[in-house]
């Protein structure tokens, strides 16, 4: 077999006593050979473009396939490359069959960990927290790009439930999927490839005690973190008074005391009119006040606007930082009334309605009017048939008693 060269990417999980420390090594022929204390590898093959993915044949000589593998096999098949990740392989030496690329590395990583930051035990209904977390290899980020493109995790939150309730509850809660973000730069993910993992995670679910999951959830890494969390319901009421000519709308914002920190309210609300011109209106609150009313002067085009923003506050007991979005509303602006018109416009609809009841009930009666006099018509038509079947009869009945009676005749005596 010719000599060509294959890259991979081993993630070791050893039993005991850990690799100190990253290591590489050469191979020919493909050829590779796994330690007996490796608990869990994951080879990164690179083979040509639009290639068929390698074949792994173990040192017995079974062979893996991207379509035919066991349960402990873990297979991502890419157009230019082939993660496979393996769980308790076999010691010995290993091979991969395939068009790979002239590439000659082995990775040895060890210790490798997820690590994430601390959700705050107190959460609010309504909030946008920014979540970060770090795929570790002996403490040190992992960096190696061509996995961390393929790695993707997720945040999953499981309604807490109390043994009793569990056994009184006929259906178990449904975990849900609050957030999936990758090591790609996009969004709040400050850089690529840098093994930190950062998304913007939305607590838009209902008020109560969760645990949250945070895991790798490719099939590549299976690691997770658990915590329990509470749910509170959004510590402050807002409140919209629609002006007129001679008042600006309003937005009133009320913080709950005791859990907004006095002073620390600030929003940004945009205003939409409906020629689509927009209006922003920025405010903060005083440093004793809890309350904020923003005011919008844009009002005198007739139409609808929308109007939606965010809100910033700190949370009182541990100041920490909280950010909320506004969902979009909508309200109605109408033109100046003609009271004489609305009264004019008022009797003349209350005269239509008169008469369209009127004409109703005329409808009605000769609707029943006809009615009856089918009925009677009907009823009439049928009697007279019914007579002239039963004269019939009896005409018919009197001609067949003549024919078969004799004919009696008179004799005068001569």
Avoid at 90 to 103: D, L, R, S
Avoid at 164 to 173: T, V, Y
Avoid at 212 to 238: C, K
């Amino acid at each position: 077999m010719q000599r060509i060269f294959i890259a991979f990417s081993l993630w070791l999980t050893l039993i005991g006593t850990a690799i100190a420390s990253e290591s590489a090594m050469s191979f020919l022929d493909n050829r590779f050979r796994v330690d007996e204390t490796v608990e869990r590898i994951t080879f990164l093959v690179y083979r040509k473009d639009n290639s068929r993915p390698v074949t792994l044949v173990r040192p017995d000589g079974r062979k893996y396939y991207a379509w035919k593998h066991p349960a402990n096999v873990h297979w991502i098949e890419e157009p230019t490359a082939d993660i496979v990740t393996i769980e308790r392989p076999m010691p010995g030496p290993w091979q991969a069959i395939g068009k790979v690329t002239p590439k000659n590395n082995i990775q040895l990583v060890s210790k490798l960990s997820l690590k994430a930051q601390a959700l705050p035990e107190r959460l609010y209904q309504g909030e946008k927290i920014k979540f970060t977390s770090h795929l570790l290899s002996n403490g040190e980020p992992l960096i190696i790009d061509s996995i961390l493109t393929h790695v993707n995790l997720k945040v999953v939150m499981t309604r807490y439930l109390e043994e009793q309730e569990m056994k009184d509850s006929k259906a178990k809660p449904i975990p849900m999927v609050i957030g999936e973000f990758f090591d790609d730069g996009v969004g709040l993910d400050e850089r690529a490839g840098d093994g930190v993992f950062t998304v913007e995670l939305p607590i838009t679910i209902e008020p109560g005690k969760y645990n949250v999951r945070i895991t790798t959830g490719n099939g590549v890494f299976l690691r997770a973190l658990e915590q329990e969390v509470f749910v509170y319901p959004t510590p402050f009421t807002t409140r919209f008074i629609q002006g007129d000519d001679s008042a600006p709308h309003q937005l009133r914002l009320r913080g709950e005391a005791g859990t907004i920190q006095a002073g620390s309210l600030a929003t940004s609300i945009a205003l939409v009119s409906p020629n689509d011109s927009e209006q922003v209106v920025q405010g903060q609150s005083g440093e004793s006040d809890t309350e904020l009313t923003s005011l919008f002067t844009d009002h005198n085009e007739v139409g609808t606007y929308h109007w939606s923003g965010h809100v910033y506050a700190n949370e009182s007991m541990t100041d920490r930082e909280l950010v909320f979005d506004l969902p979009s509303r909508s309200f109605s602006v109408v033109g100046a009334i003609d009271l004489d018109k609305a009264q004019a416009l008022q009797v003349a609809a209350r005269e239509a309605k008169k008469k369209a009841q009127q004409e109703a009930q005329i409808a009605q009666h000769r609707a029943t009017v006809k009615q009856r006099a089918m009925i009677a018509i009907l009823v009439g038509n049928t009697v007279l048939i019914l007579l002239g079947a039963l004269v019939w009869w009896i005409v018919r009945r009197k001609r067949a008693i003549r024919a078969v009676t004799p004919e009696m005749q008179l004799k005068m005596p001569g």
